[in-house]
């Protein structure tokens, strides 16, 4: 009688279809939630400053406002001008209260300032009186 | 003689999947790699303008006056009138009018200063410790 030995060998088996389902999944999220972050925040200089804090209270609503170089303003990916701004924001305040709504300015650092003052005006002729600006950290 | 089939299969994939496996983790550590990431943003917040000029102001004190003018070249500060030479030198201005109170700042900028520095006098503002800080309407002086 001839023991015959076996060893027995485990492979283990491991889907790998689910884990290229994974991968793939996690490219087109990331992919979709970059597009989107896109549409807010346009690519701009912005001014350094050091005293600049993390945005708090990410609850409020908010109008990002992105003013480029030469003036041209983008709200949520739209061109807008200062009057179509004040429009916006107007009909956002029949939503809301001025308290809730936070206003972001974006705006290049070599933005002169009379392009981002007549926004700041549109802004105090509706009540709102706070505005936050965007800033980098201040590296000198 | 019993014939016995062995019915299993062993399954061979018919695409080669560990090819394409390298493939997309390739992809994925290539695009790691080559990704830049912005500086933080953070936020500076500020009064706005007000348009009807205010009153009386919470204290008694006459508001701290910051002027900015000049162009994308060159750039001068004064602080209550007195030119300051650089940021440095308004900041050591502020922390000055700082140690009497809290007393309020409008910021006031000529039409082609640039946004920076506007937005560095605001920075500096709090550098120094003035929490009331407002940039400065077209209807004040």
């Given at each position: 009688m001839r023991l015959r030995k076996r060893i027995q060998l485990h492979s283990y088996q491991i889907g790998i279809a689910p884990l290229i389902d994974v991968v793939f999944l996690l490219i087109i999220f990331f992919m979709v939630v970059s597009q989107f972050t896109q549409m807010e925040i346009e690519a701009l200089d912005l001014p350094p400053a050091a005293q600049g804090e993390r945005p708090s209270d990410p609850l409020k609503k908010q109008i990002i406002l992105n003013v480029h170089q030469e003036g041209r303003i983008q709200i949520d990916g739209q061109d807008h001008s200062v009057d179509s701004f004040e429009h916006l924001l107007q009909s956002k305040l029949q939503q809301t209260t001025p308290e809730d709504l936070r206003i972001l300015i974006r705006a290049d650092?070599?933005?002169?300032w009379r392009l981002v003052r007549p926004l700041m005006e549109a802004c105090a002729r509706n009540a709102i009186h706070q505005i936050h600006y965007a800033v980098t950290e201040d590296t000198d | 003689m019993r014939l016995t089939r062995h019915t299993y299969r062993t399954t061979r994939p018919g695409l080669n999947m560990g090819a394409m496996i390298d493939v997309v983790f390739l992809l994925l550590i290539f695009f790691m790699c080559t990704t830049s990431f912005r500086p933080l943003e953070e936020i500076l917040s500020a009064d706005l303008p007000?348009?009807?000029?205010?009153?009386?102001?919470?204290?008694d004190y006459s508001p701290i006056h910051i002027q900015l003018s000049g162009d994308a070249e060159k750039v001068y500060i004064t602080c209550d009138a007195k030119p300051c030479e650089t940021f440095a030198i308004l900041l050591a201005e502020l922390r000055m009018r700082r140690d009497i109170d809290d007393i309020p700042v409008i910021i006031a900028g000529e039409?082609?200063?640039?946004?920076e520095y506007m937005v560095k006098a605001r920075d500096k503002c709090k550098a120094a410790d003035l929490t009331q800080v407002a940039f400065s309407a077209q209807s004040e002086e």
């Open positions: 650092r070599q933005t002169p | 007000r348009l009807s000029g205010e009153a009386a102001r919470r204290d039409p082609e200063v640039p946004y």
